[in-house]
């Protein structure tokens, strides 16, 4: 279930051992229970590994200045504040620790990748001055609320799955533009229509928000597909809940929100969206149908290839690129007929099948 935030997490670390290359000093599983004056602190030291240990303070570490990587990964940390004289660490690794509270960050200004996944922070707090930050891991804590991070302006990751997060409503505030991946699976988020906040999010490409309240199957509520309602929020997005976004839910995203009534709902209806969704988005249809609507879709699929190659043709020939660009997302329409006109026949024939009106004009 957790596979898709666990590939983040390998991939990142894989990341790390390559980016830096000088000299290590590794201390991990030596039973370390105190960090003494000893501490290996040459000028040449850019790498200190003291994971899996039993340290319960970062003491003695001002005098390790020239530091870049520090990890002290599943050990018994309660506080972090040990770090602050670090201010050249650029990777910061403290994930399943104790440590209640992000504190000693001030002066670390060239972090840009920092990990507190299973501890137990309640806050994302006191970050924001880390401004090169790319990589931050608070998965696995007791988070309730989305802090501040509006001045992360590199942050391209954030992992806050394994939360109790309620709400996404202070997103379009706090969260930066740059995110390009975003972890909220298994948080307390009880109605989908939180969603619409991560529109502003617009370089978003992967999010997990599986293991939801809002998205779990309930016998009160019938089934539904929640991947484009998603998706006709976050118009970037490529991967959901770990697999790629098909065409053929692109497809079903654009027409919610562009022909359906995916955007008419507001926090507070999620029983009135998921209702309209089990309808428009079923979970299940009869095998018949199914196949006669991938059929269907298909024919749209491939015309709208064909118009973009079409497309692509007429602006190589006239040596007029912008027309490629414009086009990409009204060729979703077949036909090449006008997206307003499209808009009024489907309202009038809303049915269970979102898709009706558009098919009726692929012969
Ligand atoms: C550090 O040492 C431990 C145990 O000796 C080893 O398992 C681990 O791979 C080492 N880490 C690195 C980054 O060299
Ligand atoms: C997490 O926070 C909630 C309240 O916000 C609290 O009731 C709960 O005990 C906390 N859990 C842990 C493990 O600290
Ligand atoms: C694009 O142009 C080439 C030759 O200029 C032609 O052979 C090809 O069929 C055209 N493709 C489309 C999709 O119009």
Redesign the pocket.
């Known amino acids: 279930m957790l596979s898709c935030c666990t590939c983040f997490i390998l991939f990142v670390f894989s990341n790390i051992s390559v980016s830096f290359q000088g000299s290590v000093v590794n201390w991990s599983g030596q039973g370390l229970q105190k960090l003494g004056p000893n501490l290996p602190c040459e000028a040449d030291i850019h790498t200190l590994i003291l994971d899996k240990n039993q340290i319960i303070k970062l003491e003695n570490l001002e005098k390790c200045k020239r530091l870049i990587q520090l990890s002290v990964a599943n050990n018994r940390l309660v506080r972090m504040m040990g770090v602050a004289k670090l201010t050249l660490l650029r990777v910061l690794n403290l994930p399943h620790n104790s440590i209640g509270c992000v504190e000693g960050l001030k002066e670390l200004v060239h972090l840009e990748w920092l990990n507190l996944a299973g501890n137990?922070l309640?806050a994302m707090e006191q970050i924001n001055s880390c401004t090169a930050l790319q990589h931050l891991d608070l998965s696995d804590n007791?988070i309730?609320q989305i802090g501040d991070l509006s001045k992360l302006v590199s942050l391209k990751t954030l992992l806050l799955h394994g939360n109790?997060i309620t709400s996404l409503r202070m997103a379009p505030a706090y969260l930066p533009r740059s995110l390009a991946i975003l972890s909220l699976a298994e948080n307390e988020i009880r109605d989908l229509n939180e969603i619409s906040f991560l529109a502003s999010l617009t370089e978003l490409e992967q999010l997990s928000i599986m293991n939801n309240p809002c998205v779990m199957a309930t016998p009160s509520i019938p089934g539904f597909d929640y991947r484009p309602y998603i998706v006709s929020w976050c118009l970037n997005l490529r991967v959901l809940d770990g697999y790629v976004i098909s065409q053929k839910e692109s497809l079903k995203a654009e027409w919610l929100y562009s022909q359906g009534k995916g955007r008419a709902y507001r926090p507070g209806q999620h029983i009135q969206l998921v209702q309209y969704l089990a309808t428009v988005c079923p979970l299940t249809s009869t095998l018949g149908l199914q196949t006669a609507e991938d059929a269907k879709l298909e024919k749209i699929l491939s015309k709208q290839r064909f118009h973009q190659r079409q497309l692509m043709n007429q602006s190589q020939n006239e040596e007029l690129s912008p027309l490629v660009p414009v086009e990409t997302r009204a060729s979703l329409i077949p036909e090449h007929s006008s997206p307003v006109q499209d808009c009024q026949i489907s309202q009038e024939s809303e049915g269970p099948w979102p898709f009706t009106s558009i098919l009726t004009s692929v012969p």
């Open positions: 137990n309640k007791n309730s109790i």
